[in-house]
């Protein structure tokens, strides 16, 4: 994600607190704003493994401890490193 994508996540959070009540809007601001980045964290991760994930699921009988522990702690790397790649770096 680029510093365009944090301004439109920006200006979402904008957009909704101009619906809420006047006494809660300002304070409402950051926690959208927070809302909206974790969901576009999510978004990510489940794009890129999706299908590791439904197959652990979907067939757990093919996968032994050792290969699940191993898949959980890659998945759980790989995660990371896709969320950081899609923040940084911020365009400047």
Known sequence: ????????????????CKTQPREIAGTMWERKFAELIIEECMKVVHEQYEDLTEEMYVNPEKWTPKEYWNGYISCG???????RQHFYPIEE
């Open 1 to 16: 994600m680029n510093k365009d994508r944090i301004e439109e996540l920006a200006e979402q959070a904008t957009e909704y």
């Open 77 to 83: 790397v790989d995660s990371y490193v896709a969320i």
